[in-house]
């Protein structure tokens, strides 16, 4: 059943997409002609408001052909009709991040705290929902206390018990299991939820963590600093999101919008095929007067653009299908 829930997620992230391309191209009055999620055959398709919608055989993306090959429509209509749909991926990624934080998320307890029966904190009294005051003199951080615990000299704890403040003092074993010094000592976690105000902020602050890991990912595999091998393609989104389906709505939520986010900036890059792609002809037509872009300059770009392109995509799926074997 999963997998059908992550097909369907991604089929929702393309056609947000594809939605984006219908309602730009709509409101300049410029004619769609096809809106299709999928390419090749048209298993499904039908007319409605002088458009013809289908879905096609092969579900890796979709496509919306317009007719706006008239000198009529101006460059730069055509540029925010081309931007339209990456610009709805990554809107609806803000949506999922914010969407995260409204239906809550798991957080550590920044004092509350769980003891491991047996353990040196154990041992020293601590017992679990004690709260964790302060660290040899210091206000209470993880941090701090993880520093403590690592030297491997005795650390000194102000807790709260009860109303009561106490005093105790642990020393840290070293554990070959885990190859560190350990204390017993273990944060609690709990689900927090967000008003709006504040899960928009939030959601805008990990959308902007998750695009600088794009981009910084996109850098190293650009030069040579992370292998190839890390690319990842459809199966691999698919087996994500079915995952992510069986851990919960906020997995679900995050992962669909770190996908969206991916689809938005991928598709902003300047290759045929892709709306970045397109983009960078319209402008070219645009700074010389409304002229179009000569023939055989297209032609190269094509090439080229889809040959780097069709490369990354064999690149995916055969680093997919070494995964499942």
């Not at 929902?129 to 993880?142: H, M, Q």
């Not at 805008?204 to 963590?209: D, S, T, V």
């Not at 040579?224 to 995952?243: A, F, H, N, W």
Request: charged residues 20%.
């Amino acid at each position: 059943m999963s997998i059908f829930v992550a097909l369907a997620i991604l089929e929702l992230l393309i056609l947000a997409h594809e939605l984006g391309h219908f309602i730009a191209a709509r409101a300049f009055g410029v004619r769609v002609e096809t809106f299709s999620i999928g390419f090749g055959p048209k298993v499904l398709k039908f007319r409605c408001c002088d458009t013809e919608f289908a879905v096609s055989l092969i579900p890796l993306g979709g496509y919306v052909k317009t007719a706006n090959e008239s000198p009529d429509t101006p460059p730069w209509q055509r540029i925010v009709i081309a931007l339209a749909g990456p610009l709805m991926n990554l809107l609806l990624a803000v949506i999922c991040f914010t969407a995260v934080y409204l239906s809550g998320v798991v957080i550590p307890d920044s004092k509350v705290v769980k003891v491991l029966p047996g353990s040196p904190a154990y041992e020293a009294g601590i017992k679990s929902g004690d709260r964790i005051l302060k660290v040899n003199g210091e206000p209470f951080r993880w941090s701090l206390f993880e520093k403590a615990v690592e030297s491997g000299k005795e650390v000194k704890l102000t807790i709260l018990r009860d109303g009561k403040g106490l005093s105790v003092t642990l020393k840290p074993v070293f554990m070959e299991k885990f190859h560190r010094r350990i204390s017993g000592v273990f944060l609690n976690y709990r689900k927090v939820s967000y008003p709006l105000p504040e899960a928009l902020k939030k959601g805008l602050q990990e959308y902007a963590k998750l695009s600088a890991l794009f981009f910084k990912t996109l850098y190293k595999l650009a030069t040579g600093k992370v292998s190839l091998r890390s690319i990842g393609g459809p199966i691999l989104s698919t087996q994500e999101l079915q995952r992510a389906v069986h851990q919960g709505i906020t997995a679900l939520l995050l992962y669909a919008g770190f996908i969206s986010l991916q689809l938005g900036y991928f598709n902003l890059l300047p290759l045929p095929v892709l709306d970045g792609g397109a983009i960078l002809l319209h402008l070219a037509e645009a700074l010389r007067g409304g002229r179009p872009v000569p023939a055989v300059a297209r032609a190269v770009f094509n090439l080229i653009g889809l040959a780097l392109l069709a490369a990354v995509v064999l690149i995916g799926l055969a680093n997919d299908l070494k995964r499942l074997l």
